[in-house]
């Protein structure tokens, strides 16, 4: 399967599969799975910059945040970061 001067390679979805293994789909960028990978991408990266925006806001204020808001900060940071890195390497591989 190719393109005019490209083979088509799987595209790296964003969100895994059973036991955390990655999905993919081959495709030439359009259809359904494509359209939903692409809006789903935008929704963790928004997601992403909201939350960095409120980890910000927190560790900025004059009382401390507790023990308990940092772990979920961190907890989410955490899964935030997974997502940008799975959408920069999806992204990454498709570049020519």
Not at 26 to 49: F, K, N, R
Not at 71 to 78: A, D, E, K, S, V
């Amino acid at each position: 399967m190719t393109t005019e001067d490209h083979p088509i390679e799987p595209r790296l979805l964003p969100w895994a599969g059973q036991d955390g293994k990655p999905c993919y789909v081959i495709s030439d960028g359009t259809g359904p799975v494509s359209d939903l990978a692409d809006g789903l991408e935008e929704v963790q990266l928004s997601m992403a910059i909201q939350l960095l925006d409120h980890s910000r806001a927190a560790l900025n204020r004059a009382q401390p945040p507790e023990r308990a808001e940092l772990l979920f900060i961190t907890n989410r940071l955490t899964e935030s970061l997974s997502d940008a890195v799975r959408v920069a390497d999806s992204r990454g591989r498709r570049l020519p």
